[in-house]
């Protein structure tokens, strides 16, 4: 198991036990990481992979709260990251995805129109080295549902934004445990924008397929 996946796991067994409830305040950092026998930087990834998900709120200047959910969501919630690693059957969706993305980018190259490249090109603004991992997320999301969209196929759009809710948490937990998250993302769809702009089908194939092996790659590892 993962180190963060191990900080996850104790904080979950902390509730679970009943030793942290909904509402109270974690322990100083410092402390909560020696009572778990575990690094300040593993714990302080755990939490803020917490805070995604609405377990834990991260007050700034006060500290760190488990939220008020009931206990039987708060345990639900601890499984949205955990269970990423139990889970290979994530792995076959992004398989699916690099063989119909591709495709899908390919067929949009001869069908977008400049409107549709300004979407793309709007989806870009406003994300900087301040945006938070749940906005990447939704860039990412709108991003390649523009992209299929604009290969005007409702059947292959139906298919694939089913996909991608599905690797949702995938690419969450990358978010998270990646460093440059941000400047990656911007540079892959940044090409990928000028490929399609220029109508290249092939060229956005590739870039697509590239885009997408880069988190299956990094999933194979993780699991």
């Known amino acids: 198991m993962?180190?963060?996946?191990?900080?996850?796991?104790?904080?979950k067994d902390m509730l679970i036990?009943?030793?942290?409830?909904?509402?109270?305040?974690?322990?100083?950092?410092?402390?909560?990481?020696?009572?778990?026998?575990?690094?300040?930087s593993s714990l302080?990834?755990?939490?803020?992979?917490?805070?995604?998900?609405?377990?834990?709120?991260?007050?700034?200047?006060?500290?760190?709260?488990?939220?008020?959910?009931?206990?039987?969501?708060?345990?639900?919630?601890?499984?949205?990251?955990?269970d990423l690693h139990q889970d290979e059957s994530i792995l076959e969706i992004f398989e699916v995805r690099r063989i119909l993305e591709p495709a899908a980018a390919a067929i949009a190259a001869g069908r977008i129109t400049t409107e549709e490249i300004a979407g793309l090109r709007a989806t870009m603004e406003n994300i900087d080295d301040s945006t938070s991992v749940e906005q990447l997320v939704d860039h990412d999301l709108v991003f390649h549902q523009l992209i299929t969209s604009a290969a005007n196929n409702a059947y292959l759009s139906s298919?694939?934004?089913?996909?991608?809710?599905?690797?949702v948490r995938a690419r969450i937990w990358r978010g998270l445990t990646q460093e440059k998250a941000v400047d990656r993302t911007l540079s892959e769809h940044g090409a990928i924008i000028e490929a399609l702009e220029r109508g290249d089908a092939e060229l956005a194939k590739a870039l697509l397929t590239v885009h997408i092996s880069g988190v299956e790659h990094w999933l194979r590892q993780a699991l």
């Open 44 to 82: 302080r990834e755990a939490v803020k992979a917490l805070e995604i998900i609405k377990v834990l709120d991260v007050r700034r200047g006060d500290g760190t709260y488990v939220t008020s959910l009931e206990p039987k969501l708060l345990t639900e919630a601890m499984t949205f990251i955990v």
């Open 159 to 167: 298919v694939l934004d089913g996909l991608s809710s599905g690797t």
């Open 2 to 11: 993962a180190v963060t996946d191990e900080a996850i796991t104790k904080i």
């Open 17 to 40: 036990s009943g030793e942290l409830s909904a509402g109270d305040r974690l322990p100083p950092e410092k402390e909560l990481s020696e009572k778990l026998g575990l690094s300040r």
